[in-house]
């Protein structure tokens, strides 16, 4: 399994993480860990914190794009959950200002991170409908890209880009594909991305006792690494399986879980959804 930092990682304060940005700013591969621990635990401000310090340093070309990416990893989280960093724009252009420069193994990893952001931004504003055009970068992205996690992940939006622009049969076969990637791989947090996405094949397909299973061992990868962020939206589509097939107390209990953990993580886009089931229920 790939964790993006140490087994006591996930337990840092942000106060600890960004006291310690100026001995990460000197470690690129600390301060891009020390982000994702950050990210995983919805704390934004400590995901950016050390990447600002490694920036601050003056790196070399190849160094400051490195820590750029990571940024717009952490503005994807962002927006997703509803709190659009004032920065994303900003990033995004000194990434663009920099990429026909960029060591060619780096070109790939651009590329992914551009288009997920083409994608969230589509997301975030309700223009789906032309998201398959988004699946050539997607694919293209993934034969450049030599790390299984990076590879899986990039073949998981490929796979996702059908399914959100209502072709949602059309995304099992890329979607088993990710999932070989993630599993020869060890990739448990984009393993969890794969399976909450096949559930929903299965559930559009009316097989709820396989999507229940398919979500339930979504949720229980993303508990297990830790990732908090997403935790919600799991437990969220959890909950409308069960209550479809008839276990009205555990979706209600999975839905209040989804309330208390969006709350206490400030994630308004989660909350707002999880009070809007628990009030349909």
């Known amino acids: 399994m790939r964790s993006p930092f140490p087994p006591l990682g996930v337990l840092l304060s942000a106060v600890a993480i960004t006291a310690a940005s100026s001995v990460f700013a000197a470690t690129p591969e600390a301060a891009i860990k020390a982000s994702e621990a950050a990210r995983y635990a919805a704390d934004f401000d400590a995901a950016v914190a050390p990447l600002k310090a490694g920036l601050a340093e003056q790196p070399s070309d190849r160094t400051r794009l490195r820590l750029l990416l990571q940024q717009m990893r952490v503005h994807q989280s962002q927006r997703l959950v509803g709190r659009i960093s004032p920065d994303e724009a900003a990033v995004a252009n000194q990434v663009m200002a920099l990429k026909s420069g960029a060591d060619a193994d780096l070109k790939p990893l651009i590329s992914f991170r551009e288009t997920t952001s083409a994608y969230f931004v589509r997301l975030t504003t309700g223009d789906l409908k032309s998201a398959t055009q988004l699946v050539p970068a997607f694919t293209a992205a993934a034969e450049g890209l030599t790390e299984p996690c990076d590879k899986a992940d990039a073949?998981?939006?490929?796979?996702?880009?059908?399914?959100?622009?209502?072709?949602?049969?059309?995304?099992?076969?890329?979607?088993?594909?990710?999932?070989?990637?993630?599993?020869?791989?060890?990739?448990?947090?984009?393993?969890?991305?794969?399976l909450r996405h096949e559930a929903a094949v299965a559930e559009e397909a009316g097989d709820l006792k396989t999507a229940r299973?398919?979500?339930?061992?979504?949720?229980?990868?993303r508990r297990a690494v830790g990732f908090q962020v997403f935790l919600p939206y799991s437990m969220l589509s959890l909950a409308d399986v069960q209550a479809r097939l008839g276990a009205k107390d555990d979706a209600r209990r999975l839905r209040e879980e989804a309330v208390a953990l969006s709350d206490r993580l400030a994630l308004p886009n989660a909350a707002k959804a999880a009070r809007d089931a628990l009030a349909g229920a």
């Open 155 to 194: 073949l998981f939006f490929a796979g996702l880009m059908p399914q959100v622009a209502g072709e949602v049969a059309a995304s099992a076969a890329p979607l088993a594909k990710a999932r070989q990637v993630a599993e020869a791989g060890r990739c448990d947090l984009e393993l969890s991305y794969v």
């Open 213 to 221: 299973d398919l979500y339930a061992r979504s949720l229980d990868l």
